[in-house]
């Protein structure tokens, strides 16, 4: 029996390619799967169907969602391959009472259910987190738009007030620029002196007053429990579900809610993917097209902004491109459309001149010149540090199964051209390494102090400046880590601490603790997660809660780990281990000594004594 959707049928043939049911038509039918492949669709302007994601086996319904919540099919539903399917006459008056009659039916729409949500929700995911990369490089490339191009914008200039943007501005790339440019530089965002390839990565969230979220945001606590729940075991859920119907048709219904809400999440990512695809490389007016005219400008010599700079930033640029074009072939099964007229012959034209370039370049970069190894021994000091990680973490005490992990993604770190790569998932791994590491930290602190300051050198050299690994760091960094030695007692009317210095001052209680992000202090924090005890001033605080130990971890919450992270890399790259990437300057020129920052203190309140 050939396959109609407007009749129940049983055991109904639809050959390959067949559309069993249209994205938004209306459902009439719970539709049981006995064979083959459902592809689920979804269509976006243009006409263009993409792809989300397939269900295979027997004993699914796919499309029920919809006799649950609005009537109509939230997706296109094609069979990709021969499918056996059978149509009941269903509507959403009679849904509810049928699976809950019916165990079986009720489990088998609930699982599939499960199913259609797992996969849209990891397909939201896919679209949102390419869709954040995409929006970041986009923001940063209108940020070098006017950098590489500034006789565009003849009324912008960095230090002077940024204009609003007309609502003459209709070119949405244009927008975008000046959008960007104002809000960018009204909050303290300065161009880089050498813009290069690494700046499309860079996050200037703070600066640009926005976010770039690589997953959606979906908390539901009740479902968590449901979906756990309908993955029991059969025969259970048999008894408790003909026990009382009304629990089963609960479930479904509150599963088909689920992902009528996910479904609606993943249309406003197609919204944003489609909009971040436009600016990017859809169209006429496109950052590739922008970016055209100056790649054709610099290649001819005559450009605004050295080529140099330019050139490895658009090879950079013609990769993002290919590795976009991949990605929505990946997501969707089909290619991006409408690409703009000329992103063809950039990619070709910016790839061959950023090999030429590189070509051309000095084989061997100069080192960068630094005092710190002369007159040091750096193989007597780097034989001293030999095995500098096992010495930290055997003296940290830190657990067995966090070295486990710490030392598996240390071996990953280590393997990367450059650690702090923000590609990928090596921000995650930088994540969880620093979690750890923080942990060490904190206990190979606390016994620094009740050992009077008595720890080996490796621990030394981790608590003064986040060093971890001799293999991580060069011969200049080893150098002066290992010489340098602050003034024993430096005297100032302006009060400046070590970061040890000031954890011990911490530790000690010579000090308050910091503010949290919330603008709690020590005292405010522990009220506030023990209100079970009567807490009005610190003096009520017991033993247990107020002691050096918990000051301690307060303040690495509170204010140090916030500190490195501000001082250790951008957000995209950020890592407290110290690696010789940190830095591209020689050490002992961007040392921050007391002295210096003596000064410049001095040098702010002669200019505005009130400023603190």
Known sequence: MAFDPSVPQQQAQAPAGTLLFPEGSSANTLNVLHSGTVRYLTEVPGGRKLELFKLNGANLTPGSVALFTSGRYPFHLQAEEACVISTYAMNRDTISKSVGSRVSLGLMVARTLLR???????????????????????????????????????????????????????????????????????????????????????????????????????????????????????????????????????????????????????????????????????????????????????????????????????????????????????????????????????????????????????????????????????????????????????FSGLGAEQIKEFSALMVKVKSLKNPLDPEGDNRKVRRTLGRHYWDMYQECFTKYMSSNRNVPKPVELMLKYGYFDETLVDDSQIAFMYTQKDPANFTSNVPISLGTEWLEKVFKREVPTSLDEMGQNFFEKVKLENRNIVIKKESDIPPELDNPDTRLKFEFASLYEANVRLTSGSPATHFPILTKFHSQMAIDKSYVSKKILEEVVHELMAVDYSIF
């Open 116 to 394: 259609e949500i797992t996969e849209l929700f990891k397909k939201s995911n896919q679209i949102r987190k390419i869709t954040s990369e995409i929006e970041k490089v986009n923001d940063n490339l209108s940020i070098l738009y006017y950098q590489f191009n500034p006789s565009v914008f003849p009324d912008i200039k960095p230090g002077s007030p940024i204009p609003e943007v007309s609502a003459d501005v209709v070119d949405p790339v244009m927008r975008l620029c000046r959008e960007n440019l104002k809000l960018f530089f009204d909050n303290g965002g300065i161009l880089p002196d050498r813009p290069s390839p690494q700046f499309l990565e860079e996050e200037h969230e703070s600066q640009l007053t926005r976010l770039y979220p690589e997953e959606i945001d979906f908390q539901d606590g009740e479902f968590n429990f449901i979906r756990k729940l309908v993955m029991q075991d059969p025969k259970i859920l048999n008894v408790l579900f003909t026990a009382d119907p009304s629990m089963l048709a609960y479930v479904c219904s509150k599963l088909a809610n689920v992902l009528d809400q996910i479904s609606g999440i993943l249309k406003t990512c197609l919204t944003d993917l489609d909009e971040a695809f436009r600016i990017f490389f859809i169209g006429e007016n496109s950052l590739v097209e922008k970016f055209y005219l100056i790649l054709d400008i610099t290649s001819s010599g005559y450009g605004t902004a050295p080529a140099e700079f330019v050139i490895p930033v658009l090879g950079a640029f013609a990769g993002k491109i290919e590795k976009y074009k991949n990605g929505h072939q990946a997501l969707f099964g089909v290619p991006v459309a409408n690409i703009s007229p000329n992103t063809q012959a950039f990619q070709s034209k910016a790839v061959t001149l950023a090999k030429k370039m590189e070509e051309t370049a000095p084989k061997v970069q100069a080192p960068v010149t630094s005092s710190a190894t002369a007159g040091v021994d750096v193989d007597a000091i780097r034989k001293e540090l030999d095995n500098s990680a096992s010495v930290i973490i055997q």
